[in-house]
């Protein structure tokens, strides 16, 4: 059922695209314009991303105000960016005056600061207040993500005051789900459910019905942590509070979907040793690509040179016995891969924080018999093969020396792949970005450095 509603999905997006396309090239502006009326925002908003750049500015402009301002929304940022550039002033601030708050800050983070300053002065001293607030957060905090449209009332309030003061309350507010209960002083103490206001009595108060045992999070929370609160708690929304336990805004449910696909980008990327700045990857000129890529790559050209050294000293048993080099790529291969699959599988934990109660140690000791398991099986397997080819004429010393090998190799791979990770969040440097660079090169050296003397001795040089 999923699927058939996501396919169905793209079918009518790739209608609206191609149609929109279509009338803006007969310049059937009034035929495009009816076209958009019942198409959801963020549809339109991935109609107009496909679209040249010539006439995304003319279709966005085909939108009423109300819908163009949340299709606006939805824009990947660079073209939010170009749009602003075509746009007049007031048409400046019509949308971005009425952009959520958390929104907003997201734009101006990329916009240049001359042109933050203007749009700043022009907004209004509400928005103009909200938008500072947030801006005066670091960034990748709860602070600086939050939105502060939220709805709270007094504790000693009851449910029929706060029903007739909801109502307005709720044209200004993201989320009115969640009520937040709070003293004299602002200080958050309390949250009812809408539910909660729904089924008690309405001459009750707030401080009679609203739960105590409140879940929050400080203004200097990393987001990630933020997203794993949410998500272990199934909130639609967390309060965010001050260092005097000040209710200063909420994150949303919304705004932690975006963070985990960004962070999930961000650590896909750099396992592979790509820099991650939240660039659409496909949308940027190669040049811009290939330097994305080339840091990493210079590093392993370097590093890889003393695998070829070490290869380049063993001449002798290699004069005599050719054949063991036929064997070395399906050896580092091998462990490369092993030392991969370890890694990923902690760096992920570390990152959901599933790792925390096994403890590093019980981590890389899992890992280590894991691989160990892996090597004797593909070692025994590697070794039968081995010893069957044409090339080694049926040597048992060469195929032992390879199955050997292959045990070692993939028992050490692991327990880098596994303790690597661990090691470089102690030095306070991003694991997936490092572990994957380095676990490449540490067990292309190891594994030949292993191949090599595990010959010598099998083979008695």
Known sequence: ???????????????????????????????????????????????????????????????????????YEYLEIPIQQALIEDFKRQEVLDIVGNMSPDERVKLFDELP?????????????????????????????AGRIMTPEYVAFRSHLTISEVLSQLRAKAKVSELIYYIYVLDNFRHLIGV????????????????????????????????????????????????????EQRLVGVVTVDDVIDIIQEEATEDIYALSGLSADGDNYFQMNLFAVAKKRVTWLLVLLVTNSLTGTIIGAQEDILAQVTVLAAFIPLLIDSGGNIGTQSSTVVIRGISTDEVRDLGVINVIYREGVAGLILGVVLGVITMIWAYLLPQTDNDINISFTVGVSLIAISFLASIAGSALPFLFKRLGLDPALMSGPFITTAVDVLGVLIYFNVARVMLGF
């Not at 076209?35 to 402009?61: C, G, K, N, T, Y």
């Not at 933050?116 to 022009?122: D, K, N």
């Open 113 to 141: 600061a001359q042109v933050v300053s203007r749009i700043l002065e022009q907004l209004s001293p509400e928005e103009r207040q909200a938008t500072n607030l947030l801006l005066g957060y670091e960034e990748d905090t």
């Open 1 to 71: 059922m999923d699927n058939q509603q996501n396919n169905s999905r793209h079918e009518l997006r790739d209608l609206v695209h191609s149609q929109l396309q279509l009338l803006l090239a007969q310049n059937n502006l009034e035929g495009a314009k009816a076209l958009l009326i019942p198409v959801q925002p963020v549809d339109i908003a991935e109609a107009i991303e496909d679209l040249p750049e010539s006439e995304q500015a003319i279709a966005f402009r085909l939108l009423g105000k109300d819908k163009a301002i949340e299709v």
């Open 192 to 243: 009812v459910s809408l539910r909660d206001l729904v089924i008690n009595p309405k001459e009750s108060t707030l401080e009679q019905i609203m739960t105590k045992d409140i879940i929050y999070v400080k203004t200097d929370l990393d987001q990630e942590e933020v997203a794993r609160i949410i998500q272990r708690y199934d909130f639609l929304a967390i309060p965010v509070v001050d260092r």
